[in-house]
Nanobody, 114 residues
Framework: QVQLVESGGGLVQAGGSLRLSCAAS????????MGWYRQAPGKQREWVAL???????AATDSVKGRFTISRDNARNTLYLQMNSLKPEDTAVYYC????????WGQGTQVTVSS
């Protein structure tokens, strides 16, 4: 079992940056895939990015070149560095850990003002 706790969300102006963190309750080194989803008001949850245990990375087109996903196995923490933020990035951001079961964090709100 893995408990995930996100932090780092907040209010930022367009063009600004935020770094989200997702702290896991146990070692993440053996977790094959971890990543981020987001859900904007009135919209379905949208996949944002993932990183595998071997360091392979994938991201949705709308964030490529602006968001960077990383993981620190020593700190049991997943990160999402978000630069050049846009109002359309406003959403609740959720981290997840994919084992035989998918574990989710509680979410952190990101609001980008124009």
């Amino acid at each position: 079992q893995v408990q995930l706790v996100e932090s780092g969300g907040g209010l930022v102006q367009a063009g600004g940056s935020l770094r989200l963190s997702c702290a896991a309750s146990r070692s993440i080194s053996s977790i094959n895939s971890m990543g981020w989803y987001r859900q904007a008001p009135g919209k379905q949850r949208e996949w944002v990015a993932l990183i595998t245990s071997t360091g392979s990375i994938a991201a949705t087109d709308s964030v490529k070149g602006r968001f960077t996903i990383s993981r620190d196995n020593a700190r049991n923490t997943l990160y999402l560095q978000m630069n050049s933020l846009k109002p359309e990035d406003t959403a609740v951001y959720y981290c997840y850990a994919q084992t035989s079961i998918t574990y989710w964090g509680q979410g952190t709100q990101v609001t980008v003002s124009s």
